[in-house]
């Protein structure tokens, strides 16, 4: 079983941050939490991971909590090619277990 | 970032026939690969964790002698759906890492399989 909790969608306006959340209150110390997404019919792409300090790359920021038990995705500039299911995954690295995501519908 | 890559993207079978899909790591060394399958509006689901050199590791619930698993290389493992059936039609989709843990995993872009 995923060892994540994500709500099953969300919509956001093209242009606005969008910031998807994800508990996992059971992440073990030495977990990392990665997200990718999923576009339809393709395989998922890899976004960002993080241990305990907020990441960021060109396409996203993670913002994990102190006490690691939550985080959140940012999208700062969401275009309607941003719209997908995004998996948050807790792992050593060696085995993902994607739950069912949150499914981002990106307005116009 | 690293690049996999998954052949056929799409195949039509009859039923009863095997289908060959084919895993790779373009320009990195995997130890490891990862087969996974999607039904329709459903999350992926692991299937198995091919070890190179080594025979690979099932998830309870899927058929081994339906489901071979070849990882001849570091850069290439193969699925093969032996005797398919309808049931079987679904999306797979291969992932490939590093060697070194909490790197991140690269999926190759699925292989869309229906079996009439």
Not at chain 2, 53 to 81: M, P, R, W
Request: neutral net charge.
């Amino acid at each position: 079983d995923a060892k994540t909790t994500q709500p099953p969608s969300m919509d956001c306006a093209e242009g606005r941050a969008a910031n998807l959340p994800c508990n996992h209150s059971t992440i073990s110390g030495n977990e990392y939490v990665y997200w990718y997404r999923q576009i339809h019919s393709q395989g998922p792409q890899y976004i960002i991971h993080g241990l305990k300090n907020n990441e960021t790359n060109e396409m996203a920021s993670l913002i994990i909590t102190e006490d690691r038990k939550s985080s959140t995705l940012i999208l700062p500039h969401a275009t309607l090619r941003d719209t997908a299911v995004y998996y948050c995954i807790v792992s050593h690295g060696q085995n993902f277990v994607f739950g069912p995501g949150t499914r981002l519908s990106v307005l116009p | 970032g690293a690049v996999v890559s998954q052949h056929p993207s799409r195949v039509i079978c009859k039923s009863g026939t095997s289908v060959k899909i084919e895993c790779r790591s373009l320009d990195f060394q995997a130890t490891t690969m990862f087969w996974y399958r999607q039904f329709p509006k459903q999350s992926l689901m692991l299937m198995a964790t091919s070890n190179e050199g080594s025979k690979a590791t099932y998830e309870q619930g899927v058929e081994k002698d339906k489901f071979l698993i070849n990882h001849a290389s570091l850069t290439l493992s193969t699925l093969t759906v032996t005797s398919a059936h309808p049931e079987d039609s679904s999306f797979y989709i291969c992932s490939a890492q590093f060697t070194r843990l909490n790197t991140e995993a690269f999926f190759g872009q699925g292989t869309r399989l229906t079996v009439v």
